[in-house]
Every structure is written in C-alpha cells, then in structure tokens.
C-alpha cells in the first residue's frame, strides 16, 4: 500500500476513533528486555486513561511455542507485522527503556512516518533528537 494511502487510511481511522469517543491508545514498543518495564508503564498509561498495546510474547523467554529456531524465525516476522498494526491504531508511541535496537528504530521510523507521536521514558535514547 502506498504511503499516502495508508496516510490517509490511518486519519480516517483516528477520526472514526474521535466520533466514537474511543479514548486514545498508546502502543509500547522497545527491546524485550525491558518486558517488565514495559508492564510498569503499561499501569501508568491506563491509570491515566489510555488504551494500551504492547507486545505480547518475548521471544527471549523460553517458551515451547517458539522453541524451534526455524518456527521461532517465522514467529518473529509474523509478530513484527503485529506490532507494526498496533502502530497504525496507536495515536501515540512510548518507547521503553536505555537500549534503542535495529526493530525498535524501525517502529520508531514507522510511527513517525504516520505522523504518529513518539515518547521516550529516556529521552537520550531518540535516534531523532
């Protein structure tokens, strides 16, 4: 899909969203060491009333669903594309944690692509500053 298209596509999903009174939705992205931050800001975020998404498996964690390095490869690229649909319903970003890697500047790429705001809870860490 071209940008403009999926540009266009994503306003009008923000503004059906606003006509619902859909509270904002903020998605948490950053390395997956940081899972327990993650949860930590996932209670701050509710707590002040948005939606939250962030990822849902840590493929760093032992887990008989990705124990097979060749399904576990497979995995990764189908929750890559999630994560990057949970971008496009977001009205925002946090990032977490000190440790910016190559999948997380390119969900931070895409965000801003989309016109999508990005947090930081270390600011030091914006690959655009």
Not at 77 to 94: G, T
Not at 95 to 104: A, C, E, F, P, R
């Amino acid at each position: 899909m071209a940008s403009a298209q999926l540009s266009t596509k994503v306003a009008k999903l923000a503004d059906a969203k606003k006509q619902l009174n859909i509270p904002r939705i903020v998605v948490i992205c950053g390395s997956t060491r940081f899972m327990a931050e993650m949860s930590e800001a996932e209670v701050r975020e509710t707590e002040a009333g948005l939606i939250v998404v962030k990822p849902g498996c840590d493929l760093k964690s032992p887990n008989p669903l990705w124990s097979d390095p060749v399904e576990a490869q497979a995995l990764k690229i189908r929750l890559d594309a999630l994560h990057r649909s949970k971008i496009v319903l977001a009205d925002e970003v946090l990032v977490v944690g000190d440790y910016i890697g190559d999948s997380t500047r390119g969900e931070i790429d895409y965000a801003r692509s989309l016109g999508k705001p990005v947090r930081f809870t270390h600011p030091e860490v914006d690959p655009g500053a």
